[in-house]
């Protein structure tokens, strides 16, 4: 077993009907961009009935169809916030959580500390984050889980990784194994996977191995690290 082995994130979820939400943080192969990327899916009408919107270089969730809405409590929130010289990606409103507790001149892990996994019992749905910092021309970045004990949500155990950006290699962590019920949380470290230099390639190697039926928005941001240009792209399910 080679434990340095680079995957395709595409190859990873692909015949996988269900991963549930992903994230993706890395440096493109040829050492020019930073990469963040998250995605979305659901099974249920309520879970399905979302897409993505972009306001202010920030991405949230949001209804598609408002009459349909049953509970906005897990599904509607802000997946990507800036704040200064850190790029803030999350599956929830911990996103919320993180921006407010470094603008009070905390941390990433700390902030995570007040957060534990979602109450969607017998699902316990992981909390997962990941937060990009740049600086003098580069990046580094945070990944973390939150996730249950036991069966029963006994109590919260929290994972942090922490990541130098190295050319041609992201990590990737998803709130699931596969589907199931209970659905199996993710286990292990994150993922190591490749992120090539075009964006688009990249985008769409994602979107088209995601299950056609779960899948339900994606949302790709490449940040030139020598001017801070941003090149995104957005797909959503439901148009």
């Known amino acids: 077993m080679n434990i340095y082995k680079i995957n395709d994130a595409a190859e990873l979820i692909k015949d996988n009907s269900y991963v549930g939400r992903g994230i993706i943080i890395g440096k493109t192969e040829d050492g020019k961009n930073a990469c963040s990327a998250y995605f979305i899916m659901g099974r249920s009408a309520n879970s399905r009935n979302r897409v993505f919107s972009e306001r202010g270089g ?17 599904i509607i929130y802000a997946a990507i916030r800036k704040l200064d010289n ?5 599956n929830g409103d911990q996103t919320d959580t993180i921006y407010n507790a470094l603008k009070n001149g905390s941390s990433f892990a700390e902030a995570l500390t007040t957060r534990e996994f979602e109450p969607d019992k017998p699902n316990f749905t ?3 984050s990941g937060m990009l910092t740049f600086a003098e021309g580069d990046f580094k970045y945070d990944m973390s889980i939150l996730k249950s004990l036991d069966g029963d949500g006994t109590a919260c155990c929290r994972y942090t990784f922490a990541y130098p950006a190295y050319p041609g290699l992201g990590h990737f962590i998803h709130t699931y194994v596969c589907d199931g019920n209970p659905i199996p949380t993710f286990q292990g470290e994150p993922e190591r996977v490749m992120i090539p230099n075009d964006i688009d390639k990249f985008t769409k190697s994602l979107w088209n191995s995601l299950d056609d039926d779960n899948k339900i928005s994606l949302y790709v941001r490449y940040t030139d690290l020598k001017t801070g240009a941003e090149e995104n792209r957005l797909i959503n399910k439901n148009k």
């Open 58 to 74: 920030d991405v949230y969730t949001e209804p598609f169809d408002s009459s349909k809405v049953e509970d906005p409590s897990l």
């Open 86 to 90: 850190k790029l803030i990606v999350t």
């Open 126 to 128: 992981p909390r997962i």
